[in-house]
């Protein structure tokens, strides 16, 4: 499901809609992020909410960010002790507003 998620800004309430597929490395890692799905939600959420619209508008602002999902998306969840196989982040919705 997309993500929705209000800015803070200074100007007027501005919205980012987000579609994004996890492309991971092995059955394994699919498995495991299948399992999770509510805490990779919220994690990727966390990110999301602490962004502005500036962070996101530009290339080296979505390259941060899949770097940013990548690595949130990569940390174990308890009581797995090792973590995903993370090998992509896909933009499937793109739409601030």
Known sequence: DPFKVMFESKDSPRMLFLGITLLPGDQQSSDSIDKYMPEVRSRILMILSSL????????????????EITAAVSKPFAPIPDGQNVSGVLFTDFVVQ
């Open 52 to 67: 502005t619209p500036q962070d996101v508008q530009t290339p080296e602002g979505k390259a941060k960010l899949v770097k």
